[in-house]
């Protein structure tokens, strides 16, 4: 057999729109750059729960033989929910709520495949968002995906969605941003999330709780929503409310009940101020939005989790001395950081007491049900209010009020004369040891 002219010997010549140009290959565009530098940091995520599965033709046996039914067995289920991101070298990752939240087991797996356990740290229900954090071993770092600048948005760009479903590797779509300020029906649940994203780039629930990029890789949005009334439309939570919530998590309020004041900006090094109350113990020190944060307490910080360890110190101190960078000057400030008991006694007047499960037991509560009034401050705003001690504080402006920290997360958020109302349950000795409880409200304004 003669294959006469067909140059078999030499290799084919590849068409000119698929050439190498200067030993660049053209496939690798700015799309491929982008999902290149964030999918290293995009894991899947499964739960699982522990169920009781009972046979019904091994009950009916044992009901027709007149023996004791057997207690189940216990099984395991386990549901590939979603994707998350890492956001932080350490291993915490971002995702929404309504993946984690129905399983008592996380387990998420990286892009590498690695496959690691992860607890829940926090959440915001009412964002749909929840913080992981990986279990790993001392000293072990993860790729952490870069964050957007807020509103750094541009209607119109492409847009690339990311996930990770169902643990089988990663997953892209490409789109536009086709809003900056939309408001979808959230079903039964109330979501506070005033300006959603949205996309074309298809969004299904296995991307749910993955990243949102732009052609720099950076995280502009968290995949959360389709629009199943429409072809083609996906939702984000914004960078700027994931940056919020990241930097809530990571607080000196929420993670030591100590009010700070300020807010920093996540993806920011060195870190950057984001927001100061009016008021707060930063404030007061002289903290501004855009300082940036060189030290705390004599050492440098990378990233928002050596920020929350080093601001309180080993010594669980109350004083943070910050070394901080305003515009070219450099400049020491020093904090003093208000715990959340004296923050509740400068504000209504009121010392509290958590419940715990004896005392709750005896006013016929759960321990975390409300906090016991101990004292009243005379002239203050609560004794103004006839707030007495043996009362039971269960919510502030319908915030519930399980411990210390929600009052205090509470109070920090209103002005100083602003009002607050009071949910307090007042008991009635009713003899013999009993007690009955009445609901009742108290106004009172802030000082």
Do not use: C
């Amino acid at each position: 057999m003669v294959f006469a002219g067909l140059g078999l010997a030499a290799p084919l010549a590849p068409p000119p729109g698929l050439a190498q140009q200067g030993g660049t290959d053209v496939r690798r565009d700015a799309t491929v750059v982008a999902v290149e530098r964030a999918m290293p940091s995009v894991v899947n995520i499964a739960t699982s729960s522990m169920v009781e599965y009972r046979d019904f033709y091994d009950d009916l046996l044992r009901d027709f033989f007149g023996q004791p039914r057997g207690r189940g067995r216990a099984e395991e289920q386990v549901q590939s929910l979603g994707s998350g991101v890492i956001v932080d070298e350490d291993g915490y990752i971002i995702s929404n709520w309504h993946v984690v939240s129905r399983g008592s087991r996380v387990q998420v797996k990286l892009a590498d495949d690695r496959l690691y356990e992860a607890d829940k740290i926090f959440a915001t229900t009412r964002s749909d968002l929840a913080l992981l954090k990986l279990r790993a071993k001392p000293g072990e770092k993860f790729p952490a995906i870069k964050l957007a600048p807020d509103d750094d948005l541009l209607l119109g760009e492409t847009v690339i969605a990311l996930g990770n479903p169902f643990g089988l590797g990663g997953s892209v779509s490409r789109g536009i941003l086709s809003s900056k300020t939309r408001r979808p029906e959230s079903g039964d649940e109330p979501l506070n999330i005033a300006d959603w994203l949205q996309t074309d780039a298809a969004i299904n629930p296995g991307n749910s709780g993955g990243p949102l990029i732009n052609l720099r890789g950076e995280l502009i949005g968290l995949n959360v929503a389709v629009y199943r009334q429409g072809q083609g439309i996906g939702f984000a939570i914004p960078v700027k409310q994931v940056a919020a919530a990241l930097a809530q998590f990571f607080s000196p309020e929420l993670n030591y009940s100590l009010w700070f004041g300020a807010t920093l900006k996540p993806g920011t090094l060195p870190l950057e101020i984001g927001t100061v109350q009016p008021g707060s113990p930063a404030a007061k020190a002289g903290l501004k939005p855009g300082d940036r944060v060189l030290e705390v307490n004599g050492r440098g910080v990378k990233n928002l989790v050596e920020f929350n360890e080093f601001i309180v110190g080993s010594g669980g101190g109350k004083e943070a001395r910050f070394l901080v960078l305003d515009g070219s000057r450099r400049r020491p400030v020093t904090v003093a950081m208000t715990p959340f008991e004296e923050v509740i006694r400068q504000r209504t007047g009121l010392t509290l007491a958590e419940l715990n499960p004896s005392a709750a037991a005896r006013l016929g509560l759960r321990a975390g049900q409300g906090m016991l009034v101990q004292a009243v401050e005379r002239g203050s705003p609560a004794a103004k209010a006839e707030v007495q001690p043996g009362m039971v504080l269960t919510a502030i402006n319908q915030i519930a009020t399980g411990e210390l920290r929600d009052a205090g997360l509470a109070l920090i958020g209103i002005a100083p004369g602003g009002k607050a109302t009071l949910g307090v349950l007042v008991p009635r000795p009713l003899g013999g040891g009993y007690v009955q409880l009445r609901q009742g409200t108290a106004e009172i304004e802030v000082r």
